[in-house]
C-alpha cells in the first residue's frame, strides 16, 4: 500500500492509502528541496486495522494525519470511528531513522474517557493509546507502515492491542 502526501489543500484521489495515526502545517515531502530527510512533513494517509494473527481486516479503512518534524518529532490525529468524538486527543511522539529507507515511529494518545461496546467495537477504557510503527519510504510521496497498537490503562497495563496497515 501507499500514502499520498498533500500539499495547498489539494485533494487527494481515494487510492491514497494510510498508517497510522496526527497537524497543522501541510507540506510536500518531495517538494521539500536539498533538505528534505524522507518523511518530514505532514501526510494524509489511510489505515486499515487487522486481526494480528489472521490478517483479516477489521471495520472499514479511515484517514489520519501524520507530522514528521525535522527535529523528529511527531504530531498525529485520526479519524477512526471506534472512538467516541472527543474521546481521544492528538497523539505525540518521536520517529527516527533505521535504515537507508527504513524508519520507526512511535507515538501515544490519551483516551479521555471510556466507553461501551458498539456493534463490533469493543469498549474503551480511559487510559493511552501507543502506536509503534515499522515505515519502509518508498522516495517521493510513497510509504508502506505497519502498526502494533496498544490500549493501556492510566497506570500502563496493557488492556488490549491489535494491528494496523498504512
Known amino acids: 500500500m501507499s500514502l499520498r502526501s498533500i500539499s495547498n489543500y489539494r485533494a487527494l484521489r481515494p487510492t491514497a492509502i494510510l498508517a497510522a495515526m496526527f497537524a ?22 489511510q ?8 490478517q483479516a481486516a ?6 489520519s494525519f501524520l507530522t514528521f518534524g525535522d527535529d523528529r518529532t511527531l ?30 515511529a512511535v507515538s501515544e494518545a490519551f483516551i479521555l474517557f471510556s466507553s461501551p461496546a458498539r456493534g463490533p467495537i469493543p469498549p474503551l477504557a480511559t487510559g493511552r493509546q501507543r502506536i509503534e ?10 510509504f508502506t507502515s505497519e502498526a502494533q497498537v496498544y490500549f493501556t490503562d492510566p497506570n500502563g ?9 498504512a
Open 75 to 104: 504530531i498525529e490525529t485520526t479519524s477512526n470511528p471506534g472512538f467516541e468524538p472527543g474521546q481521544r486527543g492528538p497523539g505525540h511522539g518521536v520517529w527516527e531513522r533505521t535504515g537507508r529507507v527504513t524508519f520507526r
Open 133 to 142: 510503527q515499522s515505515i519502509d519510504y518508498a522516495g517521493g510521496d510513497e
Open 58 to 63: 477489521l471495520g472499514e479503512p479511515f484517514d
Open 24 to 45: 497543522c502545517v501541510l507540506a510536500h515531502p518531495a517538494a521539500a528541496g536539498p533538505a528534505h530527510r524522507g518523511l518530514t512533513g505532514t501526510w494524509i494517509v
Open 157 to 165: 497495563t496493557v488492556l488490549r492491542s491489535g494491528c494496523a496497515r
Open 47 to 54: 489505515v486499515q486495522q487487522y486481526e494480528c494473527a489472521s
